[in-house]
T-cell receptor
């Protein structure tokens, strides 16, 4: 168990650019989540995968955001045409599934849009 | 939207004192969880209490749950400077997969 890994840890980009983040969950976990957190707030749910299937997307996730988990292992979160309001910490979490509701979080990717 | 609301927003205590944080939520739940977050890091799971449980202990942590009042409390006894962090409650809103987090309580333990 090497934990949930997120890359990069920090990303600075200019408004209008596209960015992509990667998450490697704990290997035997079939559930993967993306959350977004801004300063002084709790994490807000963005989307959820069961294996490779994306089962829920928050209304917070505009059409500029897309997430994939192609082989049911790692996941990517892409933001197109970034805006300053996208600046936040993007957190990935995984869990083993039904009967194990505890989430294991990565250290997050801090995005700053200039 | 955030399901849980922690109270207080910030708490400052001396090492050795107890810290109590409260959480209120809005809808029915299967379980409620507490997480801890050190500055700039991810969240770490502390404890889970199910809707049919009233109290649970884990080391220096004690969690209570009152489903009739839709509230929970987290007590940290004999606090240490290393307990300085933000603490969040999270509820599943009756689902079996999605957690909704509150805004958190920032706990500062002064040595």
């Amino acid at each position: 168990d090497t934990g949930v890994s997120q890359n990069p840890r920090h990303k600075i980009t200019k408004r209008g650019q596209n960015v992509t983040f990667r998450c490697d969950p704990i290997s035997e976990h079939n559930r993967l989540y993306w959350y977004r957190q801004t300063l002084g707030q709790g994490p807000e749910f963005l989307t959820y995968f069961q294996n490779e299937a994306q089962l829920e997307k928050s209304r917070l996730l505009s059409d500029r955001f897309s997430a994939e988990r192609p082989k049911g292992s790692f996941s990517t979160l892409e933001i197109q045409r970034t805006e300053q309001g996208d600046s936040a910490m993007y957190l990935c979490a995984s869990s083993a599934g039904t009967g194990s509701e505890k989430l294991f979080f990565g250290s997050g990717t801090q995005l700053s849009v200039l | 939207s955030q399901q849980g609301e922690e109270d207080p927003q910030a708490l400052s205590i001396q090492e050795g004192e107890n810290a109590t944080m409260n959480c209120s939520y809005k809808t029915s739940i299967n379980n409620l969880q507490w997480y801890r977050q050190n500055s700039g890091r991810g969240l770490v799971h502390l404890i889970l209490i199910r809707s049919n449980e009233r109290e649970k202990h884990s080391g220096r942590l004690r969690v209570t749950l009152d489903t009739s009042k839709k509230s929970s409390s987290l007590l940290i006894t004999a606090s240490r400077a290393a307990d300085t962090a933000s603490y969040f409650c999270a509820t599943d809103g009756g689902s079996n997969y999605k957690l909704t987090f509150g805004k958190g309580t920032l706990l500062t333990v002064n040595p």
